[in-house]
Structure formats: structure tokens, C-alpha cells
């Protein structure tokens, strides 16, 4: 199978919330290319963690693209907040949303890029009647709410069916939890284009030397 070009975007979930410009800072001169932002409410996952502030005092530190996931309930009463702080992607989870379709168009409709994000349990055929409105898939590759997880192993075929579905849209494939420079590589061969990642990136002594070789 042949690589694909990935971008890979570091959660400041994992960061010291305490030194978050300098989290800013390491990666943008290591070379990442967007910055991962988990938005929980304790509610739709147990964890709690920030709003729409942090986006935009993020925003206010990069012009690097902010990859904005929000794992809150509804999360359709909140899109036009988050795309004022300066998200320029927003994913929501399929799971969290009365109409999925609905709270997809209202991304679009605030010249955001929208996309849905379904946990591990989730089919990723439950997505067929939305990916028109995607402009990129989330594949969750452990649950929702806490870093540090281990990556869950079906995430490899499951990304492989994604990849199939989604066929020829220009559809981007995110992946989330548990990336690492062991599965990396076995990621981009299946299609992935983006991957998150959290304490691979903040707890190297080298970032942008993991940057590269997560790159491949």
C-alpha cells in the first residue's frame, strides 16, 4: 500500500495548560501543521476541559489552522461561538447530534470546514448519508475524553472501510487517540491524512524530529 501525504495536528490536551503560548510555540517550530483542540463538556464524554475562549486565545498566538473536536451534546447550539474564536475546522460526533446533517450545514454556513467524528463502536456506514456535507472524517482510534489511551488495533480496518466509502470525495480521514511512531506509518498506508496526536508530541525531548518521523 502506498503512503499517503499526512499533516499531523498535536492536541494541547496533552500540553501544560499553565505554558499553553510556549505549547503554541513548540508546534509551530517543530514543523506540525494544525493545532488539535478537544472541546469537552462532561456531559457527552466524563471529562471537562475548555471553551470557546481557549480557541481564541489560541488563535490569537498561530495562523496555523485550528482543528476544533467537539465532544459536547448538541453541539449545534454552540458552532457559531467556536467559528467566532477562530476554529477553521469543526468537527462534531455523529453520536452527540439529534440531526448530524443539520449541525454540518450550520458549520458550512459560518465558512467553517465541517466534519463528523464517530467513536470506535460506532459503524462507519452510519456516516454514508452525511459524507456529501463532510469535508473530513474523524475515526476516534480509542474513546473519547481522556488522552493517553492505547490505540485500539481495529482502527486499521475500520480505517480501510472509511476509505472505501468515502471512495472519490475530496474528503479528508482524520485519526485520533493513541498515535505513535509505531502505527504512524501503517496509518498513512491506509488512507489516513491527518493524525492527532497528544504525548507523542509534547512528552518528546525532540519534537520536531517526531514530527518527521511521524510524517514518514
Do not use: W
Not at 23 to 40: E, N, R, S, T, Y
Not at 153 to 161: F, G, K, S
Not at 166 to 188: K, P, T
Amino acid at each position: 500500500m502506498k503512503k499517503t501525504v499526512v499533516q499531523i495536528s498535536p492536541s494541547i490536551l496533552s500540553a501544560d495548560f499553565g505554558c499553553i503560548a510556549q505549547a503554541i510555540q513548540d508546534i509551530q517550530d517543530a514543523g506540525a501543521d494544525m493545532v488539535h483542540l478537544d472541546v469537552m463538556d462532561g456531559q457527552f464524554v466524563p471529562n471537562i476541559s475548555f471553551g470557546p475562549k481557549m480557541v481564541a486565545d489560541v488563535r490569537a498566538r498561530t495562523r496555523l489552522p485550528l482543528d476544533v473536536h467537539l465532544m459536547i451534546v448538541e453541539p449545534k447550539r454552540y458552532i457559531a461561538e467556536f467559528a467566532k474564536a477562530g476554529a477553521d475546522i469543526i468537527t462534531i460526533h455523529f453520536e452527540a447530534c439529534q440531526n448530524v446533517a443539520d449541525t454540518l450545514q450550520a458549520i458550512r454556513d459560518c465558512g467553517k470546514k465541517a466534519g463528523v467524528v464517530i467513536k470506535p463502536s460506532t459503524d462507519v456506514h452510519a456516516l454514508k448519508n452525511v459524507l456529501d456535507l463532510c469535508d473530513m472524517v474523524l475515526l476516534m482510534s480509542v474513546e473519547p475524553g481522556f488522552s493517553g489511551q492505547k490505540f485500539l488495533p481495529q482502527t486499521m480496518d475500520r480505517l480501510v472501510a472509511l476509505k472505501q466509502m468515502i471512495g472519490s470525495r475530496d474528503i479528508l480521514i482524520e485519526v485520533d487517540g493513541g498515535i505513535n511512531l509505531e502505527n504512524a506509518s501503517e496509518l498513512q498506508k491506509r488512507g489516513a491524512n491527518i493524525l492527532v496526536v497528544g504525548n507523542t508530541f509534547f512528552g518528546s525531548t525532540q519534537k520536531a524530529q517526531t514530527v518527521a518521523c511521524l510524517k514518514g
